[in-house]
């Protein structure tokens, strides 16, 4: 399981929390991450299977959606307050939250 460090602050758009479309999308953290690698989980909605760019202040790793609702989780290597988020091109996806942090307890 996830021990969380960080998580994302509530989205702007509603039931959809972070609309990812078209651009790269800036989701707002509640603490500030050192420079470490982190295991991150995303909550998500995607329109159509793809491949969303995810990066915490540095190179971005590509992960893997399923069309329709889901939860994926992925290594990123970096630090600060903001996840930015880039969508694979014409397809729409909503991330409810997303979550930072380390390998926990089983």
Do not use: H
Not at 21 to 42: K, N, S, Y
Not at 74 to 89: A, C, H, Q, R, Y
Request: hydrophobic fraction near 45%; proline fraction near 6%; include cysteine.
């Amino acid at each position: 399981s996830l021990a969380a460090s960080s998580t994302s602050v509530p989205g702007f758009d509603g039931a959809c929390g972070y609309r990812v479309f078209g651009a790269p999308t800036r989701i707002e953290l509640d603490t500030t991450l050192f420079e470490w690698t982190w295991i991150g989980q995303l909550d998500y909605l995607a329109a159509e299977t793809g491949v969303l760019q995810v990066a915490l202040d540095g190179a971005s790793v590509p992960v893997l959606l399923d069309k329709g609702a889901g939860t994926v989780q992925f290594v990123v290597v970096g630090g600060g307050d903001t996840l930015v988020v880039t969508p694979p091109n014409g397809v729409g996806v909503c991330v409810a939250s997303a979550v930072l942090g380390q390998d926990g307890p089983t």
